[in-house]
């Protein structure tokens, strides 16, 4: 008897800190209840919703249901199940919800992009809003700007039977057609809360690309990884997009095409402007420490009145988020041909 009671209170002990120590989290997507979060993680069995509700006392709403913007715990697997289910990818970084209620239907184009895979981030986000700029009594942001251009860049790829993987995620805001975006601090790094530290932002982001990479590359013929960010410079500079690449041959020729094909659309839908935007490999963290084959975009100068028309424009943001889908569709067809 003495020596069952003991084990018993260890099982009891053990039970009670690994939701503490080892337990996934992740933030539920506009529109979610319990059973599609769960569903999201291969939890399908009626057994996991009990669960949850008692990992997550307290978390949940007065009706029991989820709260955006929240972290909850999500139970263990139970023997036999696996995530991601085999065949299938994480759905962290490609569930449709993302783009919001409008656009999450995915209406395949073609599958000419199927055996590609994409990892695509956002830059800043979380306690960090990037750079800022004033216009009238509006405070700009660069992480929503530059998410939005991301979502909208990834539906592209998807629509193009690419596997694609969002980073950086917002559970509330969807893809946006408003010229002035709200700003808010809800960003995760797939589902995992941001750290303040840049340092340490920097370095969640690219292990998760790193991981993900670590498991994908025997999987794909093709993958690639984007992160997107708008410059802030003196107000009097105007800079048209430009392209920073990681050391390897593979990144310079990623960021050699997409500079071309922005060029090309440059001087067909603007005949004699011309088109200043260059290609430059640059010693920065994400881009030496990422190890797919890397780049780095800076869409505008968010201080710049004529840079802000590319931006604030949600017809410019997906005219360049079409650009760079197509760039990338160029890409593909040199490395794999």
Same mark, same amino acid.
């Given at each position: ?116 895979? *994409? ?7 979380? +306690?960090?809003? &990037?750079?800022?700029?004033? !216009?009238?009594? #509006?405070? @700009? ?120 094909? *922005? ?7 603007? +005949?004699?402007? &011309?088109?200043?935007?260059? !290609?430059?490999? #640059?010693? @920065? ?53």
């Amino acid at each position: 008897m003495k020596i069952y009671f003991f084990r018993s209170l260890i099982g009891i002990f053990l039970l009670g800190i690994l939701p503490l120590t080892a337990q996934d989290m992740a933030y539920p997507v506009e529109g979610d209840g319990v059973l599609s979060f769960l569903r999201r993680w291969n939890r399908i069995d009626d057994s996991y919703v009990q669960e949850f509700i008692q990992l997550n006392a307290g978390r949940l709403n007065a009706q029991g249901g989820l709260e955006l913007g929240t972290v909850y715990l999500i139970p263990p697997l139970h023997p036999g199940d696996e995530y991601p289910p085999s065949g299938e990818t994480v759905p962290g970084g490609t569930d449709p919800a993302i783009f919001g209620k409008k656009l999450s239907d995915i209406t395949p184009q073609s599958d000419r992009l199927k055996n590609a895979c *994409f990892y695509i981030i956002s830059g800043h986000g979380g +306690p960090d809003p &990037g750079a800022v700029a004033h !216009v009238s009594k #509006r405070e @700009l942001h660069e992480d929503e700007y530059a998410y939005d251009i991301a979502l909208r860049l990834a539906r592209n790829l998807m629509m193009d039977g690419a596997t694609v993987y969002v980073i950086i995620q917002d559970p509330n805001d969807g893809v946006r057609d408003e010229m002035y975006l709200n700003n808010s601090s809800n960003e995760t790094c797939m589902g995992e809360p941001i750290p303040r530290n840049q340092l340490d932002r920097l370095k969640q982001r690219v292990d998760k690309v790193n991981e993900l990479y670590d498991r994908d590359k025997g999987t794909f013929d093709h993958i690639r990884a984007i992160d997107i960010h708008v410059d802030s410079r003196n107000k009097g500079k105007r800079i048209d997009v430009f392209f920073y690449h990681s050391t390897d041959k593979h990144s310079k020729l990623l960021a050699t095409t997409m500079r071309d094909l *922005f060029r090309v659309k440059y001087d067909t839908h603007q +005949p004699g402007r &011309g088109f200043g935007g260059f !290609v430059e490999q #640059r010693n @920065l963290y994400v881009l030496l420490h990422l190890e797919p084959p890397s780049i780095l975009v800076e869409v505008g100068n968010i201080q710049n009145e004529f840079d802000r028309r590319r931006i604030l424009s949600s017809n410019n943001r997906q005219a360049m988020a079409n650009w760079m889908a197509q760039a990338f569709f160029e890409d593909y067809k040199k490395s794999v041909r």
